[in-house]
């Protein structure tokens, strides 16, 4: 799909079926149409060959029930998690984690509240201002 090379390390499929968004090991982030043939990048965050910053591996990925939105979450040095409107990837909220590493994202059903897993953390997020609203401390 893409004329780069890079290793895929989390994708998702868009809850209507139509677009598939890439993450890979360097903290890029592609979005493709895949009903065209073949099929079409329609959003991308691409950091340059030449950027010298630390990689964020992507390690999860999550769409909203609507498919307006797009959690990523990027790990080492620190964990990331980034909000991003699809169809753009323009980021709508980041909050600062405290730790290294994110495992795991989720919307809930109704897109009301969305998950983030750390190393015995999961924070619970609601969708509307992405306050936190929960703790979940994750016992041995």
Partial sequence: ISD???ITSALIISPDGTRVALGDERGDIEVFDITTNPPKRTAAIIRPDNDNSQSH???AM???PDGSVIASAESEPFATLRILRSDTLT???APDLVDTQTV?????PDG???AVSIPRVVYIYETQTYTRVAELFQSR
């Fill in 104 to 108: 795991a994202v989720a919307f809930s």
């Fill in 4 to 6: 780069r090379i890079t």
């Fill in 57 to 59: 591996s992507v390690t």
């Fill in 91 to 93: 980021q709508l909220f």
């Fill in 62 to 64: 999550a769409f909203s």
């Fill in 112 to 114: 009301k509240y969305l």
